[in-house]
């Protein structure tokens, strides 16, 4: 498997240039903000330049103390968001926090041709803790209070599959983001993760609702993140599949996507760059699904749902036969036989009743207000002729788990246990009634 194959298992981003160099540059910022106080005369206090109100802050939290920070990716962002600065306006504010070992919080200005460190931590910090979550959001809100708020979540991913670690002793839930390496050898991914209901509840103890919410990580456009992040974020931005390498290109997000009025511009950017002949550089053949979903109109999806379900071909804990519907997630033991995450859309056409399927498919196109694809994607494992094909005429953008016999069968060949198990212990799988199906 060469090198973007491999990373695209984890979630990657671009790898610098100056890779070598920039490995230095963390500890070498960190020294020089430990020399400065937190706060200073131009901290997070002073007014934005020419004294504009702030409309949208927008922070991007990167928990980079993982291989996408000791290989460069991490840096080839922040260079990205360096050069993207000319298009933040006096009216907004971009805040950076980065931890890969030296937890900063830096402020990016049109005016400043560096970025500022408006706060440091004396230690290194769990990035997958909600408790540090919760205390950047609370800082970002206090410090620079706007009329709206965005979110970019940085990191690896797998959807809302179980962690194998966790940044707290806690029973087992699903778990949605993040590889925080701790104390394991520098830039390994053996580290805890965030569950995404404790993401939620961070989010909402820290006094912030969202405009939207920006993974740009793999495999977190599923329903099952999106339920149980709506009532923090009016959109959910992101892709079903594990993303290219090169991630989202901030200079173009800062131009056209982040501080757009439409958080839809932010998925509709990524996939122009990904199909964007002059940066196959970065991305090659290795395609894109992304989608923009709105959470307000999720409860009349999970109704619909609840609807179809009881006359479905899950009920009575039947294994439906779902050969030929369009998976984003390679199911293998490679990738440590992570769920299949069916595209929605598909999955209900195979397995609800004919009369309740257009029910569904309404409640669908009414969530999701963007969706795009190229028509093939790496899949993987292998070379990049492990591609998947999307019927473009006939897909929606986001993932959803369909229980299925083999996930318990294979329980034991997994660090992930027992899916049809942990799905049952999802917020969605309550509101969409599956226990009607026995499963």
């Known amino acids: 498997m060469d090198r973007l194959a491999f990373f695209a298992y984890f979630c990657g981003h671009r790898q610098s240039l100056l890779m070598v160099f920039r490995r230095l540059f963390p500890s070498m910022l960190a020294l020089a903000a430990a020399l400065l106080p937190a706060c200073s005369d131009d901290g997070p206090d002073a007014p934005q330049p020419e004294g504009v ?157 969202l405009d939207y919410l920006f993974f740009d990580a793999c495999l977190m456009q599923n329903v099952e993140v999106a339920w149980q992040l709506r009532d923090v974020a009016d959109y959910i931005i992101g892709a079903p599949i594990a993303t290219p390498a090169a991630g989202s290109n901030y200079t173009h997000q800062l131009q056209s996507g982040l501080f757009s009025a439409d958080p839809a511009d932010i998925a509709a950017t990524y996939y122009a760059d990904v199909t964007d002949p002059a940066q196959t550089a970065d991305y090659g053949s290795f395609g894109i699904v992304i989608s923009a979903v709105r959470t307000d109109r999720l409860p009349a999806l999970a109704e619909a749902v609840r609807a179809a379900l009881p006359g479905s071909a899950m009920a009575g804990r039947q294994s439906a036969d779902m050969d030929g519907v369009l998976n984003y997630q390679a199911y293998t033991s490679v990738y440590f036989y992570r769920p299949h995450n069916y ?97």
């Open 343 to 439: 595209d929605m859309l598909q999955a209900a056409g195979r397995v609800l009743p004919e009369a309740a399927r257009q029910a569904v498919t309404d409640a669908l196109d009414e969530a999701i207000v963007y969706k795009a694809a190229t028509p093939r994607f790496y899949i993987g494992p292998g070379s990049f002729s492990a591609q998947q094909t999307v019927d473009l005429d006939r897909y929606c953008g986001m993932s959803c788990f369909v229980p299925q016999d083999v996930y318990t069968q294979r329980a034991a060949a997994t660090p992930l246990g027992d899916l049809n198990e942990a799905f049952r212990r999802t917020a969605w799988y309550e509101a969409a009634g599956w226990a009607a199906t026995g499963w």
């Open 53 to 209: 109100p702030a409309r949208r802050t927008v922070l991007v939290y990167m928990a980079a103390q993982n291989s996408l920070g000791s290989r460069g990716y991490m840096d080839a962002d922040l260079q990205e968001i360096l050069d993207g600065r000319g298009a933040i306006a006096d009216a907004d504010r971009l805040l950076v926090f980065v931890d890969d070992a030296a937890p900063r919080l830096l402020r990016y200005t049109r005016q400043e041709g560096e970025p500022r460190v408006v706060r440091t931590w004396p230690a290194d910090v769990n990035s997958t803790s909600p408790a540090v979550l919760r205390d950047v959001l609370e800082w970002t809100r206090t410090h620079y209070p706007a009329d709206e708020y965005g979110l970019v979540m940085w990191s690896h991913a797998d959807g809302w599959i179980p962690p194998t670690r966790r940044a707290q002793a806690v029973a087992p839930r699903p778990f949605s983001f993040g590889i925080d390496t701790g104390d394991n050898a520098p830039g390994s991914d053996e580290g805890t993760q965030m569950d995404v209901a404790d993401m939620a509840g961070a989010i909402a103890a820290a006094g912030i609702h």
